[in-house]
C-alpha cells in the first residue's frame, strides 16, 4: 500500500511524483511492456492515462487538485464525472417559467438586434453566429414546431461543410423534449444572457 491514498485528499497534504505514481500503480496505470520492480514507480506508472481521469496533464496540476479537492479513485472519479455530466445536460434548459407577456416583449427585441449579432468567418467563407444565438433560435424553432425531426445537414449547395445548418440544427435539437412553456422560459433567459454579454455577443 502506498503511505498516501485518496483519503489524503483535500486536506492541503503535499505529495511527491512517486506518491502519485505509486497510487497509479495501485490502481493499475502501468506503463505497457516488462518492467523491472527495481524502477522507480515514476518510470514505471502510466501517469498521463492517470491525470487524464482528473482532468488534468500534469504532475504539478494533479498535485494542486489533490491538494485541494476531495478525490476519488479513478473508477469512481470516472462514475462521479459521468454522472455530473448527465445532470449538467438535464439541467441545461432549465429556466424560471415566463409569462406570455415576458416573452412576447423577448421576442420583440430579439428581431430588433436580429442585425446587431456578431458574425465569425468559416472556411469557405461562410459567417456564423455565436452560439447563443442559435440556441435562442433553437428554443423559438422548439417553441413553433417542437422536436427537430430532420437529420443533421452536412453539404451546403456549394458542396462544403453547411455551417449554418449544423448550427441551426445543433440550436434546435437542443431542446429536444422540452415544453413549449420551457422553450419560452430559455428563450427570455437565454436573450438575457446574450445582452448581458453585449460585447462578445453584438458588434458595439
Known amino acids: 500500500m502506498t503511505a498516501i491514498d485518496f483519503e489524503s485528499s483535500g486536506q492541503r497534504i503535499d505529495v511527491s511524483l512517486e506518491d502519485v505514481a505509486a497510487m497509479a500503480l495501485l490502481y493499475g496505470f502501468e506503463r505497457p511492456g516488462p518492467h523491472s ?32 479537492e476531495t478525490l476519488l479513485p479513478p473508477e469512481e472519479q470516472k462514475a462521479m464525472e459521468q454522472q455530473k455530466a448527465i445532470d449538467a445536460e438535464l439541467n441545461r434548459y432549465k429556466f424560471p417559467e415566463v409569462t406570455d407577456a415576458e416573452f412576447k416583449s423577448a421576442l420583440e427585441q430579439h428581431d430588433r438586434m436580429n442585425r446587431k449579432w456578431r458574425i465569425f468567418k468559416k472556411p469557405g467563407g461562410v459567417a456564423v453566429r455565436p452560439e447563443i444565438f442559435y440556441e435562442i433560435l433553437g428554443a423559438k424553432m422548439q417553441i413553433e414546431s417542437g422536436d427537430c425531426t430532420e437529420e443533421e445537414p452536412q453539404w451546403n449547395d456549394l458542396g462544403a461543410v453547411d455551417y449554418i445548418g449544423k448550427a441551426i440544427w445543433r440550436g434546435h435539437t437542443g431542446w429536444k423534449g422540452k415544453s413549449k412553456e420551457e422553450a419560452m422560459a430559455g428563450f427570455v433567459a437565454l436573450s438575457k444572457k446574450a445582452k448581458h454579454n453585449y460585447s462578445d455577443n453584438f458588434f458595439v
Not at 501517469?47 to 487524464?52: R, V
Open 37 to 68: 520492480d527495481t524502477k522507480p514507480a515514476a518510470q514505471r506508472a502510466n501517469l498521463s492515462d492517470f491525470f487524464n481521469v482528473y482532468g488534468v496533464n500534469a504532475f504539478s496540476k494533479f498535485k494542486d487538485k489533490f491538494r485541494r
